[in-house]
């Protein structure tokens, strides 16, 4: 495997995705893209949302 820009794409099972952590710039668009993704084939998938609190950026549970 060679990374050629810092990232590669790897092909795994579905049951191996144990959760998804949504960042502080992601758009709502690709956020709702994801979202419709996860409902139709990782409904099992914990989501998060990073959330910057008091100066701090935490990871808490996303809540729709």
Do not use: W
């Amino acid at each position: 495997m060679q990374f050629t820009r810092g990232y590669t794409d790897l092909k795994f099972y579905p049951n191996e995705l144990k959760s998804i952590t949504f960042g502080l710039k992601l758009s709502p668009e690709i956020k709702a893209e994801i979202l419709k993704l996860v409902s139709s084939q990782y409904a099992h998938c914990e989501l998060y949302q990073l959330e910057m609190i008091g100066g701090v950026i935490r990871r808490m549970e996303y809540a729709s």
